[in-house]
T-cell receptor
């Protein structure tokens, strides 16, 4: 168990809808990262927060947004969902703000299915 | 641009053999490299990391080798076991602020007994 908690584990919704994925980092970790993993694909970096502030941004669509709250949990909001948004969404956390300073520890993901 | 790739999408070995999983990276500014193992239905699990000031690092049954000259990274697993069957990802990052951890597409390791 990595100590990173993601909810829900599974989510099925329709096109055009909006969903919120939640992540609780490991105790003591200040950074939260979001990744998307599509079928047979690697992990695509979406966005990183460090102690409540956006630290790095990857290939995140404008329909997607995220935030990190004062208690350090994070939420990823996906709106106007399309079939192609179906994927596994992973959250990871680390102690420090740079991946090179402390390894990322991943949760078990939220599987999103858009029908 | 930044990209991390792997030489082979799949690797099949016999139990007890040594496995070598390769990875090529293209960003010469990357100075931190890491290997993850992902089992079915789970998130990636940290295996071992290495910084660019090293060319080899050993863990328990695993060794990571870094060749900066040809931008190549490899993961060696000694005495491979069925429990090692998983997808293995290499990832890279730079030291600059705002640098993300970029993953390759993964190699599926299948271990038969």
């Amino acid at each position: 168990d990595s100590g990173v908690t993601q909810t829900p584990k599974h989510l099925i919704t329709a096109t055009g809808q909006r969903v919120t994925l939640r992540c609780s980092p490991r105790s003591g970790d200040l950074s939260v990262y979001w990744y998307q993993q599509s079928l047979d694909q690697g992990l695509q970096f979406l966005i990183q927060y460090y102690n409540g502030e956006e630290r790095a941004k990857g290939n995140i669509l404008e329909r997607f947004s995220a935030q990190q709250f004062p208690d350090l949990h994070s939420e990823l909001n996906l709106s106007s969902l399309e079939l192609g948004d179906s994927a596994l969404y992973f959250c990871a956390s680390s102690v420090e703000g740079r991946p090179s300073n402390s390894p990322l520890h991943f949760g078990n993901g939220t599987r999103l299915t858009v029908t | 641009g930044e990209s991390v790739g792997l030489h082979l999408p799949t690797l099949s070995v016999q139990e007890g053999d040594n496995s070598i999983i390769n990875c090529a990276y293209s960003n010469s500014a990357s100075d931190y490299f890491i290997w993850y193992k992902q089992e079915s239905g789970k998130g990636p699990q940290f295996i071992i990391d290495i910084r660019s000031n090293m060319d080899k690092r050993q863990g328990q049954r695993v060794t990571v080798l870094l060749n900066k000259t040809v931008k190549h990274l490899s993961l060696q697993i000694a005495a491979t076991q069925p429990g090692d069957s998983a997808v293995y990802f290499c990832a890279e990052s730079g030291h600059q602020a705002g640098t993300a951890l970029i993953f390759g597409k993964g190699t599926t390791l299948s271990v038969s007994s």
